[in-house]
């Protein structure tokens, strides 16, 4: 049996308090990069700002208009603005946690139009697990440039939610990609006299 003495008793406890004070700080530290993954492109065509728009609300209905769930929010033609969203459905090639993390991704589309130029930004990609399963759905938020959900993920454990992390990233940035890509070669058609 070991003896405390008094001369060892304040080190041991300032070890201890030093021990759990980084443990703290590192429980409540966010995992991996917190920012939000997002996409921006800027897109040259030589139209005037309102028939840009014009073209800009055609390549919508035809590229993230025929996405689920697509609606647009805001729209401000002499502004140059067209806002909207839509999401990309989403299933685990997984065997594990398949059913539960089995929902969507959603996210959010920005189109600022002036003369000359259209900008896009797809950003807000969240993704939402499948509720209707017995355990309920394994939800992982708000996707991050980190290789970690920026939160413990209630229902899966580490490795499990890492690898299903990289797999939703993955299916949301092919998809998004994509969609700039058709949005793209949309509206530079579009604008071809």
């Not at 021990?19 to 429980?27: D, E, F, P, Q, R």
């Not at 917190?34 to 728009?53: C, D, M």
């Not at 647009?72 to 033609?77: A, G, K, P, S």
Request: positive net charge.
């Amino acid at each position: 049996m070991v003896r405390l003495t008094c001369t060892r008793m304040p080190r041991i406890a300032l070890f201890l308090g030093v021990l759990l004070a980084v443990t703290a700080a590192k429980a409540q530290a966010p995992l991996g990069d917190a920012t939000a993954v997002s996409y921006a492109r800027s897109i040259a065509v030589p139209l005037n700002g309102v028939k840009l728009f014009d073209k800009v609300n055609e390549a919508w209905t035809w590229t993230f208009g025929k996405e689920p769930g697509a609606k647009v929010l805001r729209t401000d033609r002499d502004g140059g603005l067209l806002e909207g969203s839509a999401r990309v459905n989403f299933r685990s090639a997984q065997l594990l946690l398949r059913e539960e993390s089995m929902g969507i991704i959603q996210y959010h589309v920005v189109l600022n139009v002036r003369a000359g130029e259209c900008r896009v930004t797809v950003n807000e990609l969240v993704h939402t697990g499948n509720r209707t399963t017995a355990r309920g759905g394994v939800h992982l938020g708000l996707l991050t440039r980190g290789t970690e959900p920026p939160k413990r993920v209630r229902g899966a454990g580490g490795s499990n939610a890492k690898r299903l992390y990289a797999e939703v990233k993955q299916v949301a940035d092919a998809r998004i990609v994509d969609l700039l890509q058709a949005f793209e070669a949309r509206l530079r058609a579009n604008a071809e006299p």
